[in-house]
């Protein structure tokens, strides 16, 4: 009889364990379902930089999370009050930018629709009115030689022309015009996709030129072409510059990978916004950096080791140069000490507005030989677009 009893309590304590056994189970299963939120960091190996100097200022959201359990019959369910959806911005379209850039240039007092027109309509183009029409280019910083190479160009169809039309001038006018802005420089400043990792932009630049808001407005052309980007805040040596970034990236859903340290490493930010961009598999992943010209040596040794650092996980694809417009020679010769450091790629151009002259175009990509990709007109978010040639010549000419 004992030993049956004894038997039974076995069997119960087995059947227990089982149970048991299968409830843990169950709960292990149910945990692995959960897909945690993807952390913005990468695995390392011996020879990868130091980490901890990168954090992420934005968490996706995780859609993959159950579905909270439905409260007990009879239960009164919990109130909860939903936040708010955060409400993204919705970029302009390219066509339309372009078409309010192309309206605000035209408004623009430019000396090839104010003068030129005028001065190459008069009755009688002498050796005077040639003189004029060569001082007016250089003062709308066109540069010597391609001032000097439009003259002849003109000089020489007027005289076989002998027109005075006012509309056959202009259209002389801006054939010539086209010619020396080039419409057949490669203007693409989007890399060819890769397979297994984002394509990578350098933007540098002084500061002051308003790079790191440049930054933000092309996330904003990026997400409006349906690009999944991300942004690396590498200046870290200007306080606001992370939180200027990480704001404008706010603004239109796209993360921002900082450092917390006044003062950080700049190379290692960017390697750590590059692996993270490699482990979210976005499309883009854009690097701002420090612009302190005033330390020439310094700052440029700086986004050499930034860019050494990024290639130890991708190819850096492009490398934008941003320079404001309305400096003139100035920005020529910044554009200089930026090309003899770093592979500039491309030029983006802020604040070509009615106070800059158009000629700066022309003058920047003969002494760089790269094209200017990305133009703006004024401080607004939408305030930049991809650069058009013939956009560009023709809004000259009708202001």
Same mark, same amino acid.
Not at 105 to 129: E, H, M, P, R, Y
Not at 351 to 370: E, H, N, P
């Given at each position: 009889?004992?030993?049956?009893?004894?038997?039974?309590?076995?069997? %119960?304590?087995?059947?227990?364990?089982?149970?048991?056994? !299968?409830?843990?189970?169950?709960?292990?299963?149910?945990? *692995?379902?959960?897909?945690? *939120?993807?952390?913005?960091?990468?695995? @390392?190996?011996?020879?990868?930089?130091?980490?901890?100097?990168?954090?992420?200022?934005?968490?996706?959201?995780?859609? &993959?999370?159950?579905?909270?359990?439905?409260?007990?019959?009879?239960?009164?369910?919990?109130?909860?009050?939903?936040?708010?959806?955060?409400?993204?911005?919705?970029?302009?379209?390219?066509?339309? @930018? $372009?078409?309010? =850039?192309?309206?605000?240039?035209?408004?623009?007092?430019?000396?090839?629709?104010?003068? /030129? +027109?005028?001065?190459?309509?008069?009755?009688?183009?002498?050796?005077?009115?040639?003189?004029? %029409?060569?001082?007016? /280019? /250089?003062?709308? &910083? $066109?540069?010597?030689?391609?001032?000097?190479?439009?003259?002849?160009? =003109?000089?020489?169809?007027?005289?076989?022309?002998?027109?005075?039309?006012?509309?056959?001038?202009?259209?002389?006018?801006?054939?010539? +015009?086209?010619? =020396?802005?080039?419409?057949?420089?490669?203007?693409?400043?989007?890399?060819?996709?890769?397979?297994? @990792?984002?394509? %990578? $932009?350098?933007?540098?630049?002084?500061?002051?030129?308003?790079?790191?808001?440049?930054?933000?407005?092309?996330?904003?052309?990026?997400?409006?072409?349906?690009?999944? !980007? =991300?942004?690396?805040?590498?200046?870290?040596? @200007?306080?606001?510059?992370?939180? #200027? $970034?990480?704001?404008?990236?706010?603004?239109?859903?796209?993360?921002?990978?900082?450092?917390?340290?006044?003062?950080?490493?700049?190379?290692?930010?960017?390697?750590?916004?590059?692996?993270?961009?490699?482990?979210?598999?976005?499309? %883009?992943?854009?690097?701002?950096?420090?612009?302190?010209? #005033?330390? *020439?040596?310094?700052?440029?040794?700086?986004?050499?080791?930034?860019?050494?650092?990024?290639?130890?996980?991708?190819?850096?694809?492009?490398?934008? /140069?941003?320079?404001?417009?309305?400096?003139?020679?100035?920005?020529?010769? #910044?554009?200089?000490?930026?090309?003899?450091?770093?592979?500039?790629?491309?030029?983006? +151009?802020? *604040?070509?507005?009615?106070?800059?002259?158009?000629?700066?175009?022309?003058?920047?990509?003969?002494?760089?030989?790269?094209?200017?990709?990305?133009?703006?007109?004024?401080?607004?978010?939408?305030?930049?677009?991809?650069?058009?040639?013939?956009?560009?010549?023709?809004?000259?000419?009708?202001?």
């Amino acid at each position: 009889m004992i030993l049956n009893v004894t038997d039974q309590l076995l069997t %119960i304590i087995i059947v227990i364990a089982v149970i048991a056994i !299968v409830g843990i189970g169950t709960i292990a299963l149910v945990s *692995k379902g959960r897909k945690p *939120k993807t952390p913005y960091t990468s695995e @390392r190996d011996a020879n990868d930089p130091p980490a901890g100097t990168g954090t992420l200022t934005e968490e996706r959201p995780d859609t &993959d999370t159950l579905a909270p359990e439905a409260p007990a019959t009879g239960a009164t369910a919990p109130t909860v009050e939903e936040e708010p959806a955060l409400q993204l911005e919705v970029p302009a379209p390219v066509q339309g @930018r $372009l078409a309010r =850039l192309r309206a605000r240039l035209t408004k623009s007092n430019n000396v090839f629709s104010k003068g /030129l +027109l005028a001065l190459l309509s008069q009755d009688n183009i002498d050796d005077d009115v040639w003189d004029e %029409i060569e001082e007016n /280019l /250089l003062m709308a &910083d $066109l540069g010597t030689e391609p001032t000097l190479e439009l003259v002849d160009a =003109l000089r020489e169809r007027v005289k076989i022309e002998g027109s005075k039309d006012p509309a056959r001038v202009k259209a002389m006018l801006r054939e010539e +015009l086209l010619k =020396l802005v080039d419409p057949t420089m490669d203007r693409n400043y989007l890399p060819e996709p890769h397979p297994d @990792r984002p394509s %990578i $932009l350098m933007v540098v630049g002084v500061n002051g030129v308003g790079k790191t808001t440049t930054i933000g407005k092309m996330a904003r052309v990026l997400v409006a072409e349906d690009k999944d !980007v =991300l942004l690396g805040a590498a200046d870290t040596f @200007r306080a606001a510059a992370a939180e #200027q $970034l990480a704001t404008w990236g706010d603004r239109v859903g796209v993360p921002t990978v900082r450092s917390e340290i006044d003062g950080a490493d700049p190379a290692s930010v960017a390697y750590e916004a590059v692996a993270a961009g490699i482990d979210q598999q976005v499309d %883009i992943v854009m690097i701002d950096t420090a612009g302190r010209l #005033q330390n *020439k040596v310094g700052l440029m040794d700086e986004l050499g080791k930034i860019k050494r650092v990024v290639e130890k996980k991708a190819t850096v694809d492009e490398v934008l /140069l941003v320079l404001d417009a309305t400096t003139g020679q100035n920005g020529l010769s #910044q554009a200089k000490v930026f090309s003899e450091v770093v592979n500039v790629s491309g030029i983006v +151009l802020t *604040k070509l507005d009615g106070t800059a002259k158009g000629g700066i175009v022309v003058a920047i990509q003969r002494q760089l030989g790269v094209p200017v990709k990305l133009v703006g007109l004024g401080e607004g978010p939408d305030d930049l677009a991809p650069f058009d040639p013939e956009e560009f010549v023709d809004a000259l000419l009708e202001g």
